[in-house]
């Protein structure tokens, strides 16, 4: 199988970018409740049996993948994670998306929510598409602020 090197697209002018969730008590104290950054990582998948390099993403994130590319030639792109710090993990596991559904997509111009918390990810499209597929996927890492609640 041939592997598809990924590369970390910078968002909002080429950075990563922070973001800050603020709540107001009862007496109208703001609260940071949530900081965070996030980044976009970018594979292109364009022959063969296709596994997108493994990622890392940072505890508590939540991911959106998007795929896109025209005449899939019938394929299913799937997304996989493991909790394995390997490198290349050896029992890697088809996630689901919000509705529980493991995530299998077949179209043009596709998105999904990720359910599932890993500790790193990979897109995985089958069989051999006449062009090529690009798979983004967005990860916001979040951190809780002490005596924040959501």
Known sequence: MATIDYSVERIIQLKPFQFDVFSA??????????TGIGFVVTWVLVSGSLDGQWVVAPVNSDINVQAYGSNWNGKTLNI?????????????????????????MTGTNETEQILDNMY?????????????????MLILTRETKTGGRL
């Open 25 to 34: 008590d009862y007496s109208g104290t703001a609260r940071q409740l949530v």
């Open 120 to 136: 790193q990810y990979r897109p995985l499209l089958g069989g051999n598409p006449t062009n090529s597929v690009t798979v983004k």
């Open 80 to 104: 996989q994670g493991s909790n394995e710090t390997d490198e290349t993990p050896s029992n890697p596991i088809s996630l689901k998306d919000a509705l529980r559904n493991t995530i299998a």
